[in-house]
């Protein structure tokens, strides 16, 4: 199994809304991130969990907060997004981070517009 | 600072003919290069990679260059379908604030037409 799933698919919210989103991998990877990715860029990275502990936080608002419950589920909790949040944004895995192992695994995604 | 580039924002290439992606990097400590396609609406899909002790990679369909002397990176795809149609992204594994992370290009769309 190399798929790296993510729920919702789409999500709407306003501004004043809590949400989460939901990423899920069973490939035994001890690596997680998310990324947002807006129209015809390429991904940015948002955050790095490694061995369910948060390595990286890439200066993300605190609108964001991210949270990795066990080895195989990474969530991210928003609220009070704005406008400028919605994007597609991008769960991936890796065997491990760092360390000279970087393939990354990326999952669908999901839409979010912020309203 | 670092950044991975690509020369062409667009390519147009007729069904059956070979594709050549290119990209420029600039980091000379990067060890590893990483080749995703993405299709519209969906999330990047790993297509091949390659360390920087190797010149050339072949997966199915597709070969990697390496040229560490100009820092080039390519994707070739052999027999181009439509179904190649996409975007690609080159990213690259270096040290950058203080960790090894993914650097990734611009992107390049592939269009293939019949």
């Known amino acids: 199994d190399t798929e790296v799933t993510q729920t919702p698919k789409h999500l709407v919210m306003g501004m004043t809304n809590k949400k989460s989103l939901k990423c899920e991998q069973h490939m035994g990877h001890r690596a997680m991130y998310w990324y947002k990715q807006k129209a015809k860029k390429p991904p940015e990275l948002m955050f790095v969990y490694s061995y369910e502990k948060l390595s990286i936080n890439e200066s993300v608002p605190s609108r964001f907060s991210p949270e990795c419950p066990n080895s195989s589920l990474l969530n991210l909790h928003l609220h009070a997004l704005q406008p400028e949040d919605s994007a597609l944004y991008l769960c991936a895995s890796s065997p491990r981070f760092g360390g000279g192992s970087y393939e990354q695994y990326f999952g669908p995604g999901t839409r979010l517009t912020v309203t | 600072g670092e950044s991975v580039g690509l020369h062409l924002p667009t390519l147009s290439v007729q069904e059956g003919d070979n594709s050549i992606i290119n990209c420029a990097y600039s980091n000379s400590a990067s060890d590893y290069f990483i080749w995703y396609k993405q299709e519209s609406g969906k999330g990047p899909q790993f297509i091949i990679d390659?360390?920087?002790?190797?010149d050339k990679r072949q997966g199915q369909r597709v070969t990697v260059l390496l040229n560490k002397t100009v820092k080039h990176l390519s994707l070739q795809i052999a027999a181009t379908q439509p179904g190649d149609s996409a975007v690609y992204f080159c990213a690259e594994g270096a040290l950058s604030g203080g960790y090894n992370k993914l650097i990734f290009g611009a992107g390049t769309r592939l269009a293939v037409h019949p």
């Open positions: 390659i360390r920087s002790n190797m």
